[in-house]
């Protein structure tokens, strides 16, 4: 009786990942090792620590156009956020990109100071297939990076007023000018 032997290697094969991903990758292999099932991957974010940082997840507004799927964009800059002035970040910018009409989060990119970190938030929103309302509504601990997420909510949802305008009733035209006294 023979048994087949498998081995099981865990390393980094390119640049375009990070350590977590060579986490998860050994976590899969063991579960596979055991026969143990092991969830869907859902969606990795990225991130490069240099200087600036870079952090993404999800689609590209490349992807998304050659998909032809109807999106919009919300961006914040880090100087226009308070924390960005108390620690002088003038280059930092978040960019999220919803679908125009289920608003659900297709993406987020960032760069400057923390993007590494803040980017798991729109990881997060994504995986439980949440809008761009989450960041409109939500609360941000005040002054952080993270109020980004509100701003940039605040950009995109704006554009989609811009570019399709509330049907509003045009109120009636009075004339209100004074009329001469008769004796």
């Known amino acids: 009786f023979f048994k087949q032997k498998t081995a099981y290697e865990i390393k980094e094969c390119d640049w375009s990942s990070d350590v977590c991903s060579s986490d998860l990758q050994g976590r899969r292999a063991v579960a596979h090792a055991f026969k143990r099932p092991m969830p869907e991957l859902g969606t990795i974010p990225y991130g490069l620590f240099t200087i600036p940082e870079i952090g993404m997840v999800g689609e590209s507004e490349e992807a998304l156009t050659a998909k032809q799927v109807p999106y919009e964009v919300g961006c914040a800059q880090f100087r226009e956020i308070a924390r960005g002035q108390i620690v002088g970040e003038q280059m930092g910018m978040l960019k999220l990109m919803f679908h125009r009409e289920?608003?659900?989060?297709?993406?987020?990119?960032?760069?400057?100071?923390?993007?590494?970190?803040?980017?798991?938030?729109?990881?997060?929103?994504?995986?439980?297939?949440?809008?761009?309302?989450?960041?409109?509504?939500?609360?941000?601990?005040?002054?952080?990076?993270?109020?980004?997420?509100?701003?940039?909510?605040?950009?995109?949802?704006?554009?989609?007023?811009?570019?399709?305008?509330?049907?509003?009733?045009?109120?009636?035209?009075?004339?209100?000018?004074?009329?001469?006294?008769?004796?």
Do not use: W
Not at 111 to 135: C, K, L, P, R, W
Not at 161 to 177: A, G, I, N, Q, S
């Open 102 to 183: 289920t608003r659900k989060l297709l993406g987020a990119h960032c760069i400057g100071e923390s993007a590494t970190e803040i980017i798991h938030i729109a990881q997060a929103v994504m995986a439980f297939n949440g809008t761009i309302d989450y960041f409109r509504d939500a609360v941000f601990n005040y002054p952080t990076i993270t109020e980004c997420y509100k701003v940039a909510a605040f950009d995109g949802l704006n554009k989609l007023c811009v570019d399709d305008p509330l049907e509003v009733e045009t109120p009636e035209v009075h004339d209100y000018r004074v009329l001469e006294q008769i004796d």
